[in-house]
């Protein structure tokens, strides 16, 4: 009886003084988190690139943080918990931005970007690897570059552009453009492999069927989802953990996990009242019969929602602050449902140069 007295003391006095930015005893290290990709993770860079006015850098954008400063949501993104949990004590700043601080990170993603094409006013991914090379001799050293994460999430646009113009694709068509482009997304992260990057968080595709933009624009009705967009980001997602496998065998030294996007925001439409999001077929801020358009644009008259919390999503494509944070949460804690072969936390101490012991499994659709 005393010796289970003192086991529960001792697992209160764990759980009382549990470090979150310690795994099994190792802390987590000082390195960088850089991000790639469109406007989930875009924290600025629009503005650099464009001469108009952005709508994310006026209210209600950053409306939970009294701050609209280009990013795509009412306040932070999920990168930002991210580099939070990671230690990293400034915000992750927009690399395209002037005079900003790059010493822990900084985001390349730009909204509209795609793998495929040349995008207007934005980048391609690989020319936000290119934009990083251009940076990195004068701001990171290789050792530091190597140790640090490097964020991905890109694609939607290529298949939101590509049903756009193709609505009467056949099956071979549209499995034939899955794989230019996951093909070029291989190319990609190679080219940031092959420039010292070696730990990769891949987020898979969200089902874009299912944004609100989405729903709106193909006149789908508040219960369903365009069918067809889910399943290219299914086939794309369903190409990413064998992609990411094979170069983990082959290439040394690469590391990664993959973040099982596509199943959190099913989940959370499925199940909304499970995770305390009321409304998740439209959006808290816009117009239209999903209030989709126009959030943040002075010449529109959008709705906005009076409280943003119990959405899902903030405008057509993207994900309030509460949603985020939960991302983030997960990104960096959850267990292989939701993120494997290992969660960010793992994936950040994890010995560099050391090859992968675990490797992505195809898994049935996430709980979390």
């Not at 400063?69 to 009412?74: E, L, M, P, Q």
């Not at 113009?165 to 071979?172: E, I, L, M, R, V």
């Amino acid at each position: 009886m005393a010796r289970n007295r003192s086991l529960g003391l001792f697992l209160v006095v764990t759980v009382l003084f549990y470090d979150p930015m310690s795994v099994a005893g190792q802390s987590i290290p000082a390195v960088a988190l850089f991000t790639f990709g469109d406007s989930n993770f875009d924290a600025g860079n629009k503005q650099s690139l464009t001469k108009a006015n952005v709508a994310q850098g006026f209210w209600p954008y950053g409306k939970s943080r009294d701050d609209p400063n280009g990013k795509f949501s009412d306040g932070f993104i999920a990168p930002d918990f991210v580099a939070k949990f990671m230690g990293i004590p400034i915000q992750i700043p927009a690399a395209l931005k002037p005079n900003v601080n790059v010493s822990r990170g900084a985001s390349f993603a730009v909204a509209d970007a795609t793998l495929l094409g040349a995008p207007v006013e934005s980048l391609t991914l690989n020319q936000q690897v290119r934009k990083f090379n251009e940076m990195k001799a004068s701001n990171w050293n290789d050792d530091f570059v190597k140790k640090s994460l490097f964020m991905i999430y890109i694609g939607a646009n290529d298949y939101l552009n590509f049903t756009k113009n193709n609505p009467n694709a056949d099956a071979s068509a549209q499995q034939a453009f899955v794989t230019s482009v996951t093909n070029k997304l291989k190319n990609d992260i190679s080219l940031l492999y092959s420039s010292g990057a070696s730990k990769f968080v891949i987020q898979t595709l969200a089902p874009l069927g299912c944004l609100p933009i989405v729903r709106q624009d193909y006149n789908t009705g508040m219960d369903q989802c365009h069918e067809t967009l889910n399943n290219l980001a299914k086939q794309h997602n369903e190409k990413i953990g064998p992609m990411l496998n094979e170069m983990a065998r082959t290439a040394p030294g690469f590391q990664f996990t993959v973040f099982d996007f596509y199943n959190v925001i099913i989940r959370r439409t499925q199940r909304s009242l499970n995770y305390r999001f009321f409304v998740t077929n439209s959006s808290c801020c816009g117009v239209g019969t999903h209030n989709a358009y126009g959030c943040g644009f002075p010449n529109v008259h959008s709705k906005l929602c009076e409280y943003q919390r119990s959405y899902l999503f903030f405008d057509g494509r993207h994900n309030t602050e509460k949603a985020q944070e939960s991302f983030g949460h997960l990104l960096f804690g959850a267990d292989p449902n939701v993120i494997q072969p290992m969660n960010v936390r793992e994936l950040v101490i994890y010995p560099v140069d050391e090859p992968m012991r675990e490797f992505w499994l195809p898994s049935t659709s996430s709980a979390r």
